[in-house]
């Protein structure tokens, strides 16, 4: 039986800011941001929307009624979670309007817990071929103004349905997982921001890469000719750059040129919205089928990393329906505006954080279907529209 990712769909904020005018701000060349670190946007999360309110934006777009009826399962896999105990997938649930008769939990290993909930999934779906699993990718990149992870901040949620016969990616059955404890990057209870070693994080993303497709090549006896193309986790677009690189190392020949150019096609949408943490690989996926040279039958590889750290190489197959089951990326970053860096600023620093005080925010600015209208003793408002 094939499982897989059946559709995908994605959202992010209204807003965003062009990271020229932040280098031009912040005294920095700006090559070092397009080039250097190869951002050109970030979106920019207002204080009305957090991972609840774009889950769920972008899980809407997956729900028609035959995909509400199987549902068994939603898991939100996030490192920005909004309590230390309840779920954020049991309020994404409540504002999708879903059945009472679903499980849903929260799953965190940094960027990485995606990918395990695309694994989980995939074993319900293996005990029983009747259910989809709803998974959703959602984070907020937060690393504070005027350090030097802000220029690779960004925001957002990718929702998949994986199910039986799906109709985007077949998983196959060889992943390597591989896990050590490590700090490049984390975030204590007490924090809103992460604290990173990001030269660190570089290094270790890059052997970890080699270590999971080494091993994966080993084991299902593949070479990197068997793959139309990567996607990689893009914490920003240069890094995925870094572990094809590390690989590839100086080759010239057809096929490292062929993976060279599905990166860059994979990159696409990073460059324009920044890091989704959880959410980054699958926005990367999603850019590689939807601007990427890819047809039915295409072998993908997928590495997916977390700090922490955890690394996973797996592959799929991709499907004749894929392009349709899709959501529009293209034209959800075309509706977006463009804010100032003060106005981003501003926003940055009016998010609810740590607050314990009762708040009720202005929502006359926030025209997404799902906000966050405040907090009333202790307990996250959010609204539906
Ligand atoms: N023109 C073009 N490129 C330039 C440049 C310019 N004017 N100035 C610098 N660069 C290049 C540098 O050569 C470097 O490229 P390289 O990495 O290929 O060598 C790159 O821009 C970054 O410059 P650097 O001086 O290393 O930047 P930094 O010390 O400000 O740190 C990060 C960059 C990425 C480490 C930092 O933004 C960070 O920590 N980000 C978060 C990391 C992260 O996401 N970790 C999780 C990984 S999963």
């Not at 994979?266 to 324009?272: A, L, N, T």
């Amino acid at each position: 039986m094939k499982i897989g990712i059946d559709r995908m769909a994605f959202a992010t904020t209204d807003q965003y800011i062009e990271l020229t005018e932040l280098a031009e701000k912040r005294g920095v060349d700006p090559n070092k941001y397009t080039i250097g670190i190869g951002q050109d946007r970030q979106a920019v999360v207002p204080p009305t929307q957090d991972i609840v309110t774009l889950g769920a934006r972008a899980a809407k777009k997956l729900l028609t009624p035959d995909v509400t009826r199987r549902l068994s399962t939603i898991i939100v896999a996030t490192e920005s979670g909004i309590d230390n105990s309840k779920a954020s997938a049991i309020y994404i649930k409540h504002l999708l309007g879903l059945d009472d008769y679903i499980r849903a939990v929260e799953l965190k290993e940094a960027c990485y817990s995606g990918t395990a909930a695309i694994q989980f999934a995939r074993g319900l779906v293996a005990l029983n071929s009747q259910e989809t699993v709803l998974v959703i990718a959602a984070d907020i990149a937060r690393y504070g103004l005027n350090t030097p992870g802000e220029v690779t901040q960004g925001a957002g949620a990718v929702a998949m349905l994986i199910s039986a016969d799906p109709h985007v990616l077949a998983i196959e059955p060889t992943s390597v997982s591989y896990s050590r404890d490590l700090m490049d990057f984390w975030r204590p209870l007490y924090a809103t921001e992460a604290i990173v070693d990001g030269k660190y994080s570089t290094g270790v993303y890059v052997d970890f890469f080699k270590n999971t497709l080494t091993r994966y090549l080993q084991r299902t006896g593949r070479r990197l000719d068997d793959f139309a193309g990567i996607a990689f986790h893009l914490p920003f677009t240069k890094m995925g750059k870094k572990g094809l690189e590390g690989v590839l190392q100086d080759r010239d020949d057809a096929v490292a040129n062929r993976l060279r150019d599905q990166l860059t096609a994979s990159q696409v949408y990073c460059r324009q919205v920044g890091n989704l943490y959880t959410g980054s690989l699958y926005l990367g996926l999603m850019s590689l089928l939807q601007n990427g040279q890819v047809k039915p039958g295409d072998r993908l590889g997928l590495f997916s990393y977390g700090s922490g750290a955890e690394g996973e190489f797996y592959s799929g197959i991709v499907q004749p329906a894929f392009a349709e089951n899709l959501s529009d990326v293209k034209e959800d970053l075309a509706d977006r505006h463009r804010v100032s860096i003060d106005e981003y600023e501003q926003l940055f620093n009016s998010q609810l954080g740590m607050q314990t005080a009762d708040v009720q925010f202005d929502l006359q600015n926030d025209d997404a279907p799902f906000v966050l209208a405040g907090q009333k003793d202790h307990q996250r408002i959010y609204q539906r529209r």
